[in-house]
């Protein structure tokens, strides 16, 4: 069975700090995908980024980042910076031979 | 860019109503999916399709069917609305291939009163 688990279900900080989301997963599957979506209040998800098992390169993009350990299965999300225009519902999600399964979310809360 | 349009951004609907949610992607997809979100349960998939006439239930069927008789609809129903699916309904949809990812639809909050 595939299972995301992200531990922080709300994150209070100000901004311009940083802030790291984390997600573990658990698959059998030798090859997989991992990806990260936000959900800003208008609802509808927006794709951050995809990860395939085969590639464990940190990437950043901005003032994101994401760190992907498949050691201690992990896909981390790193905010650098942040900005009010980040709070959002911030999902992982897997997908092995299976559809996406997601984390149950992470709700961050950026204050001017 | 890939549009993936529900046809409603929010539904009332009586207890024992036969409803319809539609979704409708423009960039010949062939898989498509419904998930449901409630807070604290994150998303949870209902049904899913790789192909048109094709059907696949995922973790949460009960109470819900789809239909998928063209490529770029897929249709879910509740055959007999309960108050415990009220919740925010969304649709998705993807280029058949592991390597891709979905994209949503602006979702559909569904109260069943």
């Known amino acids: 069975a595939q299972k995301v688990t992200q531990a922080q279900t709300e994150i209070s900080v100000v901004e311009k700090e940083d802030v790291t989301l984390d997600c573990v997963y658990e698959?059998?599957?030798?090859?997989?995908?991992l990806f990260w979506y936000k959900q800003p209040p208008s609802g509808e998800l927006v794709f951050l980024i995809r990860?395939?098992?085969?590639?464990?390169q940190n990437e950043i993009s901005g003032r994101y980042s994401w760190n992907f350990q498949k050691s201690t299965s992990s896909f981390n999300f790193t905010i650098t910076a942040s900005q009010v225009v980040d709070s959002a519902v911030y999902f992982c999600?897997?997908?092995?031979?299976?559809?996406?399964?997601f984390g149950k979310g992470t709700r961050l809360s950026v204050i001017a | 860019d890939v549009k993936v349009t529900q046809s409603s951004r929010y539904l009332v609907k009586r207890t024992g109503e036969k409803v319809f949610l539609e979704c409708v992607q423009d960039m010949d997809h062939e898989n498509m999916f419904w998930y449901r979100q409630d807070p604290g349960l994150g998303l949870r998939l209902i049904y899913f399709?790789?192909?048109?006439?094709?059907?696949e239930k995922g973790d949460i069927p009960e109470g819900y069917s789809v239909s998928r008789e063209k490529k770029e609809r897929f249709s879910l129903i509740l055959e007999s609305a309960s108050t415990n699916q009220t919740s925010m309904y969304l649709c998705a949809s993807r280029v058949q291939g592991g390597n891709t990812e979905a994209f949503f639809g602006q979702g559909t909050r569904l109260t069943v009163v």
């Open positions: 399709s790789y192909d048109v006439k094709m059907k």
């Open positions: 999600a897997l997908r092995g031979n299976t559809p996406l399964v």
């Open positions: 990860r395939n098992s085969f590639d464990e």
């Open positions: 698959t059998r599957d030798t090859t997989y995908y």
